[in-house]
C-alpha cells in the first residue's frame, strides 16, 4: 500500500480496463434498442403498460452494466455487484422473451438470442463476479498474513484459482 491504496499490477489493471469496455460497449448498444423498443412496442398488450415494463426493465439492465463498467473502470472490487445483478437480469430477460413470444418466428428469435446472447453474458457477468470475489479473499488472506495475523475465517480462504 502507497498512501492507503493498493498497488496493482499492470496485468490487473489491464484486465479491468478490458472488463470495463465490454460493460460500458454493451449497455451503450442497448441504448438504441430501447429506443426500438419505446417506438414499436405496442402500448397495451393482455398487460397493461406493457411497452413501459420491456423499456423499463431493459433500462435497469443498463444501468447494471453501466455500474459494472463504472466499477470496473476504477477498479472497485464491489463491480461483483451489478455483474451479478446484470446476470440476474440477463437471464429474466431471456425468460420472458422466449415465454411472452406471441408466434413461431418471434419465439425462435427468442432462443436464438437467448442462446447465443443473453445466457452466455450472464454467465460472463457471474464469472467476473466469482473472480472478483475470490481475489478480494485472497487479498484479504495476504493482507492478514503480511501483518502476522491470522485471517478472519481461514475456512473461506480459497487455496488454489
Partial sequence: MVDGSVQTSPEVRRRSRRLAWIYLIVATGLLPWIVYLALSLPKRNLEHHYRGTWVGFDTLLVVALAGAAYLAFRMDPRVQFPATTAATLLVVDAW???????SRSNFVTAVILAVLVELPAAAFSLYVARR???????MAYLEHAARGQPPDDPVSVPVSR
Fill in 132 to 138: 472478483v470475489s475470490r481475489r478480494v479473499i485472497e
Fill in 96 to 102: 420472458f422473451d422466449v415465454t411472452t413470444s406471441d
